[in-house]
Nanobody, 118 residues
Framework: QLVESGGGSVRAGGSLRLSCVAS????????MAWFRQAPGKQRELVAT???????QYSFPVKGRFTISLDSAANTVYLEMNSLKPEDTAIYFC??????????????WGQGTQVTVSS
């Protein structure tokens, strides 16, 4: 239901813009986020966006990455600037719905590869 695009290969210092489209409406959407997983490492949170908390970033990407949401288009973006080789990973889109009974439901995309060469 979540489809990422925009990954690719770039040299250090370059930029990429990832997009994630929800193919169907996500009801009771609470937050969307980007995670990444480098080879041999655990999946880690990169950035989240929600109402009313706004955008939040992990320390390694703060100041270089920007997450944004186009609610009308059901799309979340991740603008990545000043890319470093350590940003190389598969990037996953994530969405979470929350319901009045306290339950939650998670959605994950298939991932898009980002490779940064030195």
């Amino acid at each position: 239901q979540l489809v990422e695009s925009g990954g690719g290969s770039v040299r250090a210092g370059g930029s990429l813009r990832l997009s994630c489209v929800a193919s169907e409406a996500i009801y009771n959407l609470h937050a969307m986020a980007w995670f990444r997983q480098a080879p041999g490492k655990q999946r880690e949170l990169v950035a989240t966006i929600s109402d009313p908390d706004g955008a939040q970033y992990s320390f390694p990407v703060k100041g270089r990455f920007t997450i944004s949401l186009d609610s009308a288009a059901n799309t979340v973006y991740l603008e990545m600037n000043s890319l470093k080789p350590e940003d190389t990973a598969i990037y996953f889109c994530y969405a979470e719905s929350q319901f009045d009974d306290g339950s939650a439901y998670e959605y994950w995309g298939q991932g898009t590869q980002v490779t940064v060469s030195s």
